[in-house]
């Protein structure tokens, strides 16, 4: 297991258009995490999952976000209609579902609304 | 809400300086608390944790006392070393199993 990895790295896209993130984590981690991170700023939570169930979601996930893990394995994070306010590093990470353990982060995906 | 504030960088230091990163925190009830580290072109890194209060979390030379009296987690190294430049991120869970809560992070620049 080389560890949690994301996919696309990097994502170009024009506001208005529809775009979807995919993280892979380690494989015997039940708990996924998204963040996002803007420049100069620590990442910030997104949403984050044990197994296939969303457990929480920050108020900074809009609408137009939403974000699934069906299997209980990799997940998807979709933005619609995208926004300039949206062009961010969006960071997955993944952990047991253990006090004080461990997340394990990616290597984010860059994305650029133009 | 849950915060943690990190003193403002960039922090630029000489090879073999001592370094201090402040870190304070905002939260209810008994937090853990760590230190991740972020290399260049490469993803966030635990450097460090600590659980409850007293508790000294320790990795690569770098230490951190959890002290509950002052809510800060300050990072130090006595020696840095270039490789260690890095941008560091305190951060907490409010209760040990739930998502992280980060600082904005530090810039560190170690230069020979």
């Given at each position: 297991d080389?560890?949690?990895?994301?996919d696309?790295?990097?994502?170009?896209?024009?506001?208005?258009?529809?775009?979807?993130?995919?993280?892979?984590?380690?494989?015997?981690?039940?708990?996924?995490?998204w963040y996002?991170?803007?420049?100069?700023?620590?990442?910030?939570?997104?949403?984050?999952?044990?197994n296939?169930a969303?457990?929480?979601?920050?108020?900074?996930?809009?609408?137009?976000?939403?974000?699934e893990?069906?299997?209980?394995s990799?997940?998807?994070?979709?933005i619609?209609?995208?926004?300039?306010?949206?062009?961010?590093?969006?960071l997955?990470?993944?952990?047991?579902?253990?006090?004080?353990?461990?997340?394990?982060?990616?290597?984010?995906?860059?994305?650029?609304?133009? | 809400?849950?915060?943690?504030?990190q003193?403002?960088?960039p922090?630029?230091?000489?090879?073999?300086?001592?370094?201090?990163?402040?870190?304070?925190?905002t939260?209810?009830?008994?937090p853990?608390?760590?230190?991740?580290?972020?290399?260049?072109?490469?993803?966030?890194?635990?450097?460090?944790?600590?659980?409850k209060?007293?508790?000294?979390?320790?990795?690569?030379?770098?230490?951190?006392?959890?002290?509950?009296?002052?809510?800060?987690f300050?990072l130090?190294?006595?020696?840095?070393q270039?490789?260690?430049?890095?941008?560091y991120?305190?951060?907490?869970?409010?209760?040990g199993?739930?998502?992280l809560?980060?600082?904005?992070?530090?810039?560190l620049?170690?230069?020979?």
């Amino acid at each position: 297991d080389t560890g949690v990895s994301q996919d696309p790295r990097h994502k170009i896209t024009k506001r208005g258009q529809n775009v979807t993130f995919r993280c892979d984590p380690i494989s015997e981690h039940n708990r996924l995490y998204w963040y996002r991170q803007t420049l100069g700023q620590g990442p910030e939570f997104l949403t984050y999952f044990q197994n296939e169930a969303q457990l929480e979601k920050s108020r900074l996930l809009s609408d137009r976000f939403s974000a699934e893990r069906p299997k209980g394995s990799f997940s998807t994070l979709e933005i619609q209609r995208t926004e300039q306010g949206d062009s961010a590093m969006y960071l997955c990470a993944s952990s047991l579902a253990q006090l004080n353990t461990e997340a394990f982060f990616g290597q984010g995906t860059r994305l650029t609304v133009v | 809400g849950d915060s943690v504030t990190q003193m403002e960088g960039p922090v630029t230091l000489s090879e073999e300086a001592f370094l201090t990163i402040n870190c304070t925190y905002t939260a209810t009830g008994y937090p853990s608390l760590f230190w991740y580290v972020q290399y260049p072109g490469e993803g966030l890194q635990l450097l460090l944790k600590a659980t409850k209060a007293d508790d000294k979390g320790s990795n690569k030379g770098f230490e951190a006392t959890y002290r509950k009296e002052t809510t800060s987690f300050h990072l130090e190294k006595g020696s840095v070393q270039v490789s260690d430049s890095a941008v560091y991120f305190c951060a907490l869970t409010p209760s040990g199993n739930t998502p992280l809560v980060f600082g904005k992070g530090t810039r560190l620049s170690v230069i020979a």
